[in-house]
């Protein structure tokens, strides 16, 4: 019974994986198999158009969306840098903060056309614990736009944004004061 079951397995696994071995025998992009040439079938050339005929665009759905997120992820920089001038207890707090911003902003602009815009500064406020609640709330929007924007695209613009999102969706958790307990 056991060594039924076992060659009728047997027999299954090989019916699936014998077709996709003998499909997979006509590519050949191993320099020692054939021409060489990437793309190559059996020796011949693709029926694709090579890089120099090809003038890859960026769909400006994309750009746009990007570029919005640069802004913003400017404008945070900007109030990570404010904070950081106006109350030096919070330096090491904000640090990692203004490091993700950097990264995100460069990888935001390596996008041909992704550009930030100005856009009009945050006003810090006058306590410490009201400017890590401002940066927080900030945060917390600017994440929310992402990841709508990201919801709205698809490949690695939209993984690019859902990133971006949801670190700052953790940075607007972590940044966010505790409550003061009730002392009555």
Known sequence: MLERRL?????????????GA????????DAA?????????????????GPAEETPTVDPAVVAALTVAATQVTQLSQLYANLSRKFPALRAQLAAGAKYHVSHLAKLKETEGVAAKAAKAVAVPTSSVAALTTLAKQEA???????????????????????????????????TPPKNKDKS
Do not use: F, H, Y
């Not at 060659?7 to 077709?19: E, I, Q, S």
């Not at 003998?22 to 992009?29: R, S």
């Open 33 to 49: 198999a054939g021409s060489g040439t990437p793309g190559a079938v059996n020796g011949g050339p693709s029926s694709s158009k």
């Open 7 to 19: 060659t009728r397995r047997a027999a299954v696994v090989t019916a699936v994986l014998v077709p």
């Open 22 to 29: 003998v499909a997979l025998t006509g590519c050949k992009d």
């Open 141 to 175: 929007i600017v994440a929310a736009t992402s990841a709508a924007a990201a919801a709205k695209l698809s490949g690695a613009p939209a993984r690019l944004l859902a990133e971006i999102a949801a670190a700052q969706t953790q940075l607007s958790t972590t940044l």
